[in-house]
């Protein structure tokens, strides 16, 4: 079963930094694309970033040039590094690993997520 743990959220103000960590501290079998999503209070949870096993990134446009996605090569682990922040980055923010599985239906897609952690951007 896939465990994921993330951490470094916090209280920062407009135009700090903080750096998120997440790992598999579960029984994940081989190496995963895994990224990052975040909800807001009231809103949808959106994609943020993803980084697959050959280091190859996709970051959404809000974020793209202050915040950077990172992983330890053939590992489990991802880090968001966030610059720059603003009010609209405030989120509950989620790490997520993706895997390929084959079931009865074909070739799917599984989510795992981990508990989440908060950012909060407030002067």
């Known amino acids: 079963q896939v465990h994921l743990v993330e951490s470094g959220g916090g209280l920062v103000q407009p135009g700090g930094s903080l750096r998120l960590s997440c790992s598999d501290s579960?029984?994940?079998?081989?190496?995963?694309?895994m990224g990052w999503y975040r909800q807001a209070p009231g809103k949808q949870r959106e994609f943020v970033a993803r980084?697959?096993?050959?280091?190859?990134?996709n970051i959404t446009d809000s974020v793209r040039g202050r915040f950077t996605i990172s992983r330890e090569y053939g590992k489990n682990t991802v880090y968001l590094q966030m610059y720059s922040l603003k009010l609209e980055d405030t989120a509950d923010y989620f790490c997520?690993?993706?895997?390929?599985?084959?079931?009865?239906?074909?070739?799917?897609?599984?989510?795992?997520w981990g508990q989440g952690t908060t950012v909060t951007v407030s002067s």
């Open positions: 980084i697959f096993v050959d280091g190859t990134i």
């Open positions: 579960g029984s994940a079998v081989g190496t995963w694309p």
């Open positions: 997520n690993l993706r895997r390929t599985i084959t079931d009865w239906r074909g070739q799917q897609t599984a989510d795992a």
